[in-house]
């Protein structure tokens, strides 16, 4: 059974940054709000900065000579024009700095949950690690975390330079070939959180999404317990089986327990209990599925994945229905 | 203006009985349009349909939906009447065995407004 926690889903996939309040302004954790803080900060302190050069600008423009005379000389240029930026910039920087340290993590502690993600041109490979580092499960394109636990991400690229980026949940860190970058993301609600690929990565970068489905740490219990395969019984999808082995579909993708062993895409063995399809950009139902089955390339064009348009309506049934029944 | 509100209100009560069931659709009618159209992109039919009014995606594995109103059949079988299309647009292959569109969860709710949505979609 998929837990369906409250969430901003229903704005739309492919769109993390849309909404009101924006994202980017709506910190829903401990590594997030402090981005939130430093952007307000930073905005207000703009704008105070432009009334009074706007200020200075209408007196040299428009004041008296006796007021010029007073506010102007070399005096001026000193005291407006280095010591004012000179301490400002010298204090954001060190109070930016201070404000967002922890938001990239250092060595791991015992604490926190321990997630790999790597990207992949145009999707995200996810790797839960247990507490000392070694894999449990493989995903791709989304990842399930309890609310209120600190998750560490080990950030890394099998191709170009990604941006890993949950606005909601945390900063934003570029994903680098031959380099692991850490990030610390939280969720203190459950819910649905939209992130983006933030570096252009090539043909559909923009259509790289990513969803954190956040539950408390019950329903997280119960969502890890429900991940086992179970008996496929029906004909139809025992049919959609065979032809995953044989229509070419096994070559680039893994279902644990059958021959399918393909690295080159996404790990399917989870797939039909995935809240999205091709990597945080539709919903999954059975008619988005066939649809990406059939012809991929209409929906995210230039990912790697061919059409398969020879598939006649009863075989593309058959594996819909397999792959939708791949909780 | 006794005289002229005894002429106008026979003449618009005989009008709007002429002209409303084709030409306005009643308010409820407009918000079940709104809502289907929201349907359609929150279900994801842009995976095998385009359609008009939404951008991305705009999927070829499907017939466009762009001038549905005007269609004769449904998938080349049934007549395109609301009710019949509010019960294909949730479980297709009940009604129309063979085809390659399955039947996809939805409330109620939603299949009748998807297909308030494609009977407003004439080809202007």
């Known amino acids: 059974m998929r837990a369906d926690p409250p969430g901003r889903a229903d704005a739309g996939f492919a769109r993390a940054l849309e909404g009101w309040p924006p994202p980017v302004l709506d910190p829903a954790g401990p590594y997030s709000e402090p981005v939130t803080l430093l952007a307000w900060a930073l905005f207000i302190g703009g704008t105070i900065v432009l009334v009074v050069v706007l200020a200075a600008l209408s007196v040299a423009l428009f004041g008296s000579s006796g007021l010029k005379r007073r506010l102007g000389g070399e005096k001026a240029i000193w005291i407006g024009g280095i010591a004012f930026p000179v301490v400002v910039l010298t204090g954001l920087l060190i109070w930016g700095l201070s404000l967002t340290s922890h938001l990239a993590a250092g060595k791991p502690t015992g604490q926190e949950m321990r997630v790999r993600i790597v990207g992949e041109m145009w999707w995200w490979r996810v790797h839960y690690l247990d507490r000392q580092g070694r894999e449990t499960v493989r995903d791709a394109n989304e990842l399930h975390i309890p609310t209120g636990m600190p998750v560490m991400l080990e950030l890394q690229s099998a191709d170009v330079i990604h941006s890993f980026w949950v606005p909601r949940l945390g900063g934003k860190m570029d994903m680098i070939p031959g380099r692991t970058n850490r990030l610390m993301i939280q969720a203190d609600r459950p819910g649905i959180y939209k992130g983006q690929c933030a570096e252009y990565c090539g043909g559909p970068h923009a259509l790289m999404g990513f969803l954190v489905i956040a539950h408390t740490p019950e329903d997280f219990a119960r969502w890890k317990a429900s991940r086992r395969p179970a008996p496929i019984v029906d004909p139809v999808a025992r049919r959609g089986a065979a032809l995953f082995e044989t229509s070419g579909c096994a070559a680039c993708h893994v279902i644990r327990g059958t021959r399918a062993q393909g690295l080159a895409g996404p790990d399917l063995t989870h797939v039909g209990s995935r809240h999205s399809l091709g990597a945080g950009i539709l919903p999954n139902n059975p008619g988005t599925l066939a649809g990406w089955i059939a012809d991929s390339q209409a929906i995210k064009p230039g990912n790697r994945m061919p059409p398969y348009r020879q598939l006649g309506a009863e075989d593309l049934n058959a594996l819909t229905r397999y792959l939708a029944g791949r909780q | ?124």
Request: a neutral charge; glycine letters at 12%.
């Open chain 2, 1 to 124: 203006m006794r005289f002229y509100g005894g002429i106008i209100l026979p003449m618009a009560l005989l009008l709007s009985a002429c002209d409303t069931p084709e030409l306005a659709p009643n308010a409820a009618g407009e918000a079940s349009i709104a809502r289907g159209r929201a349907a359609a992109a929150k279900l994801g039919c842009g995976a095998c349909h385009a359609m008009p009014g939404i951008d991305w995606p705009r999927g070829r594995v499907g017939p466009s939906l762009n001038g549905f109103a005007d269609r004769g059949l449904i998938a080349g079988k049934l007549p395109n009447r609301l009710d019949i299309l509010a019960r294909f647009v949730r479980d297709a292959p009940a009604l129309v065995p063979g085809t390659g569109m399955p039947a996809i969860t939805m409330s109620d709710d939603d299949a009748s407004d998807l297909a308030a949505w494609l009977s407003s979609l004439d080809a202007r």
